[in-house]
Structures are given as C-alpha cells and as structure tokens.
T-cell receptor
Framework: GAVVSQHPSRVICKSGTSVKIECRSL??????MFWYRQFPKQSLMLMAT?????????EQGVEKDKFLINHASLTLSTLTVTSAHPEDSSFYIC?????????????FGPGTRLTVL | QQQVKQSPQSLIVQKGGISIINCAYE??????FPWYQQFPGKGPALLIA?????SEKKEGRFTISFNKSAKQFSLHIMDSQPGDSATYFC????????????FGTGTRLTIIP
C-alpha cells in the first residue's frame, strides 16, 4: 500500500515550452501533497504544499506563476512548469500525506527528471 | 530553528559492519522523525520512523535511537549489505505545525565487499 506515482518519469523539452507533471496517490486519499525539487547530490527542497480544492502554498523564493500547482482531487496533483528554461532542469519529486488515521507519513513518488534544452 | 543537521556527509562501511548516521534538531515542536532511503534517480522511500515517546525502534536490520533531551536521533544499519548503498535522509515534522518535512542534508552510504 501507500504508493505514489509520477508521470512522466523523464521529460526533455525546448526552452520556452510548458511541462506538466502528474502526481497520483494510487491506494489512498491525500488531502495534502507536496512538491520538491532536488539538485544532484543535494537534499530535497520543498517548493509548495498543495491542499485539495484550495490554492497551493509556495515556499519563499518559489515563483507561483512559473510553477503552477493544481490539486484537483484527493488522488491527483499536477505541477506545470511554465515557459521552462535550462535553469529549471532538475529532479522534481512529489509526496502525498495520507488523509486518514492521523498518520504523519509522507509517501514519495519516483520523481520526474526534467531537462530543458 | 527549523534545521536538521545530519552527519556524516558520506560514509564507507565494510560489508557486515554497522552503519551509523546521526541527526540533531533544535525545534522542540518536532514530534515525528522519519528516515528515508534514496537510490540514484529514484524518489525517497520511507525506511523507518520514530516518535519522541520511545527511545528506540527496530525494524529488521534498521534501528532508530532517539535521545529527546539531547535532541538527537540516529539510524543504525546492522550487518550492512552492498544493497544498502544509497543516500539516507533524516527528517522531522511537527504534527501540529504545517506538516512540512524538514530534511537533513543527506548521507551517502557505500558498503564495500
């Protein structure tokens, strides 16, 4: 149980295009999902917290107009990188917090490798 | 106050040995401490977690030791195997806060034959 999927796993795009990444909790409902960014050999950097049916909360320094987050249902959140540039190339990882049982556990997706040419 | 300090940055252990990774925190509101294991190109996977009301938790070869007064916790991997070679992150979260995980900086563990 507690599986989180991400799609796509890898994407290469041209500079200026937009890329959408999906995060799904497959066997549980997640009222809260989180989006992280990870650079090589570094820790995870939280970008935003996404709650179902409400606007995402962005961390300081993260451009909300560039990284659009939509949490349309209890099992799906999407991150859209708008007008991507080479500096947006990174490993993007989502996590989902299980809604029931009072658990604090976050389950992570497998990540999406974005390369912007 | 939100930091979680993790050490060492990298660790090499011989097969069969004990791997020990340490973390320290400042925020006394933290009440849940998970450890995550991450292989290259993959997302972190929950390994084991502990709450501050216990001093130790063991699951198979993995043990968390927790010292509430010192605000420190550590991961012990017994009988370390080459398949344990990965990056390990400690983390902390406040159940009554904003639920955001605060991660340590990570430890790259290499198990040599």
């Amino acid at each position: 149980g507690a599986v989180v999927s991400q799609h796509p796993s890898r994407v290469i795009c041209k500079s200026g295009t937009s890329v959408k990444i999906e995060c799904r909790s497959l066997d549980f409902q997640a009222t809260t999902m989180f989006w992280y960014r990870q650079f090589p050999k570094q820790s995870l950097m939280l970008m935003a917290t996404s709650n179902e049916g409400s606007k995402a909360t962005y961390e300081q320094g993260v451009e909300k107009d560039k990284f659009l987050i939509n949490h349309a249902s209890l099992t799906l959140s999407t991150l859209t990188v708008t007008s991507a540039h080479p500096e947006d190339s990174s490993f993007y990882i989502c996590s989902a917090r299980e809604a029931s049982g009072g658990t604090d556990t976050q389950y992570f997706g497998p990540g999406t490798r974005l390369t912007v040419l | 106050q939100q930091q979680v300090k993790q050490s060492p940055q990298s660790l090499i252990v011989q097969k069969g040995g004990i791997s020990i990774i340490n973390c320290a925190y400042e925020n006394t509101a933290f009440d849940y401490f998970p450890w995550y294991q991450q292989f290259p190109g993959k997302g972190p996977a929950l390994l084991i977690a502990i709450r501050p009301d216990v001093s130790e938790k063991k699951e198979g070869r993995f043990t968390i030791s927790f010292n509430k007064s010192a605000k420190q916790f550590s991961l012990h991997i017994m009988d370390s195997q080459p398949g344990d070679s990965a990056t390990y992150f400690c983390a902390a979260v406040s159940n009554f806060g904003n639920e955001k995980l605060t991660f340590g900086t990570g430890t790259r563990l290499t198990i040599i034959p």
